[in-house]
T-cell receptor, first 117, second 114 residues
Framework: DTGVSQNPRHKITKRGQNVTFRCDPI?????LYWYRQTLGQGPEFLTY????????KSRLLSDRFSAERPKGSFSTLEIQRTEQGDSAMYLC???????????????FGEGSWLTVV | QQQVKQSPQSLIVQKGGIPIINCAYE??????FPWYQQFPGKGPALLIA?????SEKKEGRFTISFNKSAKQFSLHIMDSQPGDSATYFC?????????????FGKGITLSVRP
């Protein structure tokens, strides 16, 4: 148990519907990441927060995707007008992000599986 | 453009064998190289990591060998066990910037037969 909690663990939705995933990072972790993983592939970076500020977004994150981290604690990832190509596991991760630390270990949650039918 | 490449794609060994998984990277700005282990239905878990200022790091049965000039690193699993059967991902990141995001390889599926 890494301490990063994700909900729901599984979601089946019809194409065109909106879905939202929640991530609760390890307590006191300043950095929070969202990744997407499809079968047979490694996780791909989507976006990153330092506290409540969203500092980087991948080109993979189309305008149908939006992520928030209000108050720098939990985060949500919303996908609007879902498409079949959105079917994947969405992984949340967090790290301490202390400046100057040589090792900023990134811990992953167990992921949220999305199936768009 | 795949910045981190793994080989082989899959590996089968007998219990007690020493599987070796290789990884090559392109971005010379990378300075942190972890290996993650992932079981079906679970998120990746950090196994071991290395920085380019050392050529080898060992933790328990897991060893990373690093070759900076070749931009390659590898994972060795000593005395492999059936419980080691999982998918292994190498990754790389730049820790000097504000975002220490990881770039992953595609992963390799390891099966350890009893």
């Amino acid at each position: 148990d890494t301490g990063v909690s994700q909900n729901p663990r599984h979601k089946i939705t019809k194409r065109g519907q909106n879905v939202t995933f929640r991530c609760d990072p390890i307590s006191e972790h300043n950095r929070l990441y969202w990744y997407r993983q499809t079968l047979g592939q490694g996780p791909e970076f989507l976006t990153y927060f330092q506290n409540e500020a969203q500092l980087e977004k991948s080109r993979l994150l189309s305008d149908r995707f939006s992520a928030e981290r209000p108050k720098g604690s939990f985060s949500t990832l919303e996908i609007q007008r879902t498409e079949q190509g959105d079917s994947a596991m969405y992984l949340c991760a967090s790290s301490l992000g202390l400046q100057g630390r040589r090792r900023d270990t990134i811990y992953f949650g167990e992921g949220s599986w999305l199936t768009v039918v | 453009q795949q910045q981190v490449k793994q080989s082989p794609q899959s590996l089968i060994v007998q219990k007690g064998g020493i599987p070796i998984i290789n990884c090559a990277y392109e971005n010379t700005a990378f300075d942190y190289f972890p290996w993650y282990q992932q079981f079906p239905g679970k998120g990746p878990a950090l196994l071991i990591a290395i920085r380019p200022d050392v050529s080898e790091k060992k933790e328990g049965r897991f060893t990373i060998s690093f070759n900076k000039s070749a931009k390659q690193f590898s994972l060795h699993i000593m005395d492999s066990q059936p419980g080691d059967s999982a998918t292994y991902f190498c990754a790389a990141s730049r820790t000097s910037g504000a975002n220490s995001k990881l770039t992953f390889g595609k992963g390799i599926t390891l099966s350890v037969r009893p």
